[in-house]
């Protein structure tokens, strides 16, 4: 079927039917899909175009009649949170709704939207503006403030008022700041700096208010920390550092526990391959788990060399705390075995620049093999006899102690402060650090005990045996090393070796 695009007999030959016509042939010659040969428009377009042309008509209709336009207008007033975009916007609404909206009601639109326009602006005047800022390198905190637009003079009175609770020198690159600026009373449009919060460390912070007189003051926040009890289990394979690690132990506890078994092991030569250590220890932590900071060790147990060794902290009537065996004997003996920190020996194995010697004919004291500046410490109390060059042992301390006993220290990088002839030293004290210095070819620190000035086996000397507990003291023991056994199986149950679990310390009170 064809539409007859015009009908001669219907309209007089004018200059508008000239142009149409000539358009037509034109459209015709080129647009062949568009018109038929007798210049009548084809049904597949004019059917489509009649729907377009109603639908167009109808939507322009409803979009004058549909209530949704005034919530539009609304949502546009909440969009802005700014009392200067709400006035501009107000007056656009009130011109949008003069001109476009009829009907009766436009009047108590108009109100309307004007009393929800204030409404929001009021609250808009009232709300506070708060910013987290990270201070970058080289910053002060006076010049963040200043970056963030508070005056010299106002941030000035600011890190002054600070200074009550935190030194602001000590600021560091990516330490974050809150800072809120309030608006200023009977002014719809300024903003002051009101208040700033800085966290110290995970469990304090120092928070600086303006005060009415508009001068700061500064206030301590403190959060108290939760203890929290840990469990694990270190396999050593290559070294000891590397299994405590890999079981997750912290290094500050590691060494903790090592140090109490330096009385008795010699880390450089008893350690083997399957050797195994176990730990139970606190961790003072926020109360929403962050890390603060490592507690105390309560139990410990080196299996070595064939040897299990358990120990346990515990607390005598007299108030002192130790170590003891599950026998009750506290692990304390005159001199360390092992008189380096115990983690950061080298594991014999690997060390072709050093061969690291035992006790000989040929080598009358013991080796340890670590990295140079790891601390040495004092074997046992006493007086520092000699501490300077002595020929082939390069820098040399040493240290005489009770009963005839002398321990000597060699090939030092350096000394700690304050060893010199005549000072006295604590068991454990650092006295010096591991270095290469004298006859050596690789840091190391060379060990020897001398009875009555001759060198003898450190593993020879029998040490006089500590504090034994007994009694009622040694019953209340017993019943200690039962619980904290209980609780070791507890935290470790069910989990692989050398893997970690929490339990809430409160949980057990
Ligand atoms: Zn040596």
Redesign the pocket.
Known sequence: MKIKLMRPDLFPETALKKTLRWCGCYLSVRHRYILTKKNRLRLRVALPSAGIFVSVVLLSFSAFTSPSRAIYLHNDVIAFTNKNDIDLNLAVTQKNLKHDIPGQDQNDRLRETERFASAIAQETALLPREETLQVGKGDTLAGVLQKIGVSAGEAYKAVLAMEKYYDPRKIRPGQEIQVRFDPVEDDDHSYQFSQMKLEIDPLTAVSLNRTAENGFESTLLEKEAVTQTYAARAVIDVSLYGATYQAGIPASVAAQALRVFSWDVDFQRDIRKGDALEVMYEQLETPEGVYVKSGDVIYARLIVNGQDMPIYRFETADGDTDFYTDKGASIRKALLQTPIDGARISSGFGMRQHPV?GYSKM?K???FAAARGTPIYAAGDGTVEKAGPYSSFGNYVRIRHNAGLKTAY?HLNGFAKGMSAGSRVKQGQVIGYVGTTGRSTGP?L?YEVLQDNRQVNPKSIKMQQGKVLAGKELENFKSRVAEVNRRYTALTKGTKVASRQVERESALR
């Open positions: 010697m080598h004291g013991i080796d060699a190391h060379h």
